[in-house]
């Protein structure tokens, strides 16, 4: 994508940076969205407790996902949202409205995929009147399995639905799952199964902390560039966080083959959105909704941070990485390809089997 050459004018420093591809599952490039996230999300946040739940899938339905992304992904955030607002309004839990923000992963820390979602929700819920703030009690949200059963039952009703209105073909290596008496018996397998949801009780730092927690996953799929170790003789190492293992840190070598196979299992379809909000804290009336809880709580709004980074200066001059000095300025840079270039590039170093 070219590059740009910037010299500090300080210590004399040269640094060369790659420019942007904007692409949404770019490992590096998405530093800057992933601070405006935050930052905006912290506007909403509430001085009430939050929890942070998860709910997974078992990996019997990675087949699926994997062929069918759009429809399995769009299914497991729909029964992961409708899960949380009908145990929330149940009169024996909070009998209420919540509201919560939610994230879809599907990486595991070895690239594996592990279908899943991380949601964010304010300890409380809006009375079915508006009058009152419900919080939930200290430490505790809803009981997870009650969350995990409706989830189960849920999802799978969703993907039976699906598969009967022909949006799951089951294809070459599924096709034993194309008669609907197979399929039906594969999904009942399934109901034996305890599905792993959880949610965490506040944490120590509290909301912010798991906001930047999530910021780290929503502009980046799958790793990081400092876990990468080395590319070398067609193989790729890298380091990963073993959470069966006591969360020890170890090392992995795959193929670049399967490297780049185990990375393009995350990459999502076009115009997929996998950063979703709902209840009170939807798009269409969130300004209002936590305008009213603020007011139920006698509570004020956030302050709004400064757009300065610690990068930049008050008049917007990039620091120095080494010295630290505001004396950062751009001296050279190469333009920026064509697609179309790209591509011709590609096809000339290794042309497509067309047989």
Not at 15 to 29: I, V, Y
Not at 47 to 68: C, S
């Amino acid at each position: 994508m070219g590059t740009h050459l910037q010299q500090c004018d300080n210590c004399g420093a040269e640094f060369l940076l790659c420019n942007s591809c904007g692409d949404r599952h770019c490992t590096k490039c998405q530093s800057g969205k992933r601070a405006a996230w935050f930052e905006k999300q912290r506007q909403n946040l509430l001085p009430v407790e939050y929890f942070h739940v998860v709910f997974t899938v078992p990996e019997q339905l990675n087949a699926i996902a994997v062929a069918h992304p759009r429809v399995f992904y769009g299914l497991l955030l729909q029964a992961a949202r409708e899960t949380l607002l009908e145990v929330a309004a149940t009169p024996r839990h909070l009998g209420g409205s919540i509201g919560a923000l939610m994230v879809l992963h599907t990486w595991g820390q070895n690239l594996s995929l592990h279908p899943h979602v991380h949601i964010i929700v304010p300890g409380g819920a809006i009375s079915p009147d508006s009058q009152r703030w419900i919080a939930c009690p200290r430490g505790f949200f809803l009981p997870v399995k009650v969350l995990s059963r409706v989830f189960r039952g849920k999802l799978l009703d969703y993907i039976q639905q699906a598969y009967k209105a022909g949006e799951l073909p089951m294809t070459e290596g599924q096709a034993g799952l194309s008669d609907p008496k197979q399929f039906g018996r594969f999904l009942s397998s399934l109901y034996k199964i305890d599905w792993v949801v959880y949610a965490k009780p506040p944490i120590e730092g509290g909301p912010e902390k798991i906001l930047k927690y999530l910021a780290r996953y929503v502009h980046r799929v799958a790793i990081s560039n400092d876990r990468l170790e080395s590319i070398e003789n067609g193989e790729v190492t890298f380091r990963y966080k073993d959470y069966a293992r006591g969360n020890r840190w170890r090392r992995m070598t795959l193929s670049a083959g399967e490297f780049l196979r185990r990375l393009s299992l995350h990459i999502l379809p076009s115009g997929f959105v996998r950063i979703r909000a709902f209840g009170f804290l939807a798009n269409g009336h969130r300004a209002k909704k936590l305008a009213l809880i603020r007011q139920i709580l006698n509570a004020p709004a956030p302050a709004v941070a400064s757009k300065i980074s610690d990068e930049q200066t008050q008049d917007g001059v990039p620091r120095c990485p080494l010295c630290g000095e505001p004396a950062l300025r751009g001296i050279s840079r190469t333009a920026r390809p064509r697609v179309a270039d790209l591509v011709a590039r590609t096809y000339q170093a290794a042309p497509f089997d067309t047989s």
